[in-house]
């Protein structure tokens, strides 16, 4: 039943309103008095975090507030803040999703395993030994060499199919919920990039603009993009997805390389196929290569290699990375949704979620 539950819990939030977190909230939307230690001077005294102009502090009769401090932690306290928003959303959901459960057991007049029994167990197929070691000589040379490996492999695929039963079987009990209510994300650090020629895809005045800071040679930034083509898919309309550079030349030392061949590829309009093809070419990076992929995307060859022999974009990529580092990503891939960092090949529904968030206009900016 643990399991069921927790399959439950990342569903939950799409298909049953959640109930407001109130008190994620209220230390910063109320302001509460500092009581100063015995003999110390109030001036000195730094007030309990509040949101607002609220003094926190005085120095020589000049107060500092929350929102200067909040505003030069900037991203380093969103990701905290977020952090701690999460723990409490997920432990909500899993709430929600108990609750909703155990109402609708009690409406069928069943225990609520029976209910779990009947809607999902019964709903997955098992995994045969057959399956498992069909599965695994084909893919061994890939898997680790652990005498546990073939439970672990007999219990993925009936993961999924378990998941679309809870799914199913939420969206019948959320629609008999009543008294839901929903409160936004903690606020957010926004920052202005620099996006003049940068290449993107989708409408060019979408409402949610998704920055992302890659390094060609990364693998989780190569692993995030079947995710990115897929909020393309699911929103034609509403993001445009815009690429910056950001090699880490300390751990892929031919990134930049191929970060500044791609722009001479931008020059001729062709920077989204000579991306794809460099991403899976990767960690090589030769000119023999780059050279390669020009020409199966139909580049001037001439013209291409003059760009990259030059380093006409050199300056273009090294302000990439600094621009990154100065708005605090140090790792790729690194992503901003309308000036908000989001960091890491996020999975599918985490993005989701901050695009909606954003569509709705629900987080507060410092």
């Known amino acids: 039943m643990q399991n069921s539950f927790a399959m439950k819990t990342a569903l939950a939030i799409a298909l049953a309103c959640v109930i407001g977190l109130a008190a994620v909230l209220a230390m910063r939307g109320q302001q509460t008095p500092a009581t100063p230690a015995l003999g110390s001077s109030p001036s000195a005294a730094a007030a309990s975090p509040v949101a607002g102009a609220a003094a926190v502090a005085e120095v020589d009769g000049e107060t500092i ?44 007049g069943v225990t609520v395993e029976a209910l779990l029994a009947a809607e999902v167990g019964q709903k997955v197929t098992p995994v045969t030994d057959a399956d498992v070691e069909q599965f695994f000589q084909a893919n061994k040379e890939r898997l680790p060499q652990q005498p546990e490996i073939r439970p672990q492999i007999q219990a993925v695929p009936a993961e ?57 040679h990364c693998p989780f930034c190569r692993r995030v993009k079947p995710t990115l083509a897929e909020l393309l898919a699911r929103y034609p309309d509403k993001i445009k997805l815009v690429y910056k550079d950001l090699p880490l030349d300390s751990l892929h ?8 061949a791609a722009r001479c590829a931008h020059d ?16 090589d990076a030769s000119p023999a290569t780059l050279k390669a992929i020009a020409t199966e995307v139909g580049l001037d060859l001439g013209a291409f290699d003059e760009c990259v022999a030059t380093g006409r974009h050199r300056d273009t990529v090294r302000r990439s990375v600094a621009e990154a ?31 909606d968030e954003e569509l709705a206009g629900t987080v507060r900016s410092r």
């Not at 030392?253 to 500044?260: G, H, K, Q, T, V």
């Not at 891939?333 to 695009?355: D, H, K, M, S, Y």
Request: with cysteine; proline share 8%; aromatic share 8%.
């Open 65 to 108: 507030t929350a929102d200067q401090v909040d505003k030069a932690l900037g991203p380093a306290l969103d990701k905290l803040e977020q952090q701690i928003y999460d723990m409490r959303r997920e432990q909500l959901d899993q709430l929600i999703s108990e609750r909703l459960v155990k109402r609708e057991a009690e409406r069928r």
């Open 325 to 355: 580092e100065g708005f605090g990503a140090t790792g790729t891939p690194a992503f901003f949704v309308n000036g908000r960092l989001v960091a890491g090949a996020l999975p599918l529904e985490q993005f989701t979620r901050v695009i």
């Open 253 to 260: 030392p031919a990134a930049r390389s191929a970060a500044e």
């Open 160 to 216: 999924p199919a378990g998941g679309r039963a809870a799914r199913r079987l939420l969206q019948v009990v959320a629609r008999r919920g009543e008294g839901c209510r929903h409160a936004g994300a903690p606020p957010v650090t926004r920052v202005t990039i620099d996006i003049a020629g940068a290449p993107f895809k989708g409408p060019e005045n979408a409402p949610v603009t998704l920055v992302e800071f890659s390094d060609f």
């Open 268 to 283: 001729q309009g062709k920077f989204w196929p000579f991306h794809d093809k460099v991403y899976e070419r990767a960690p």
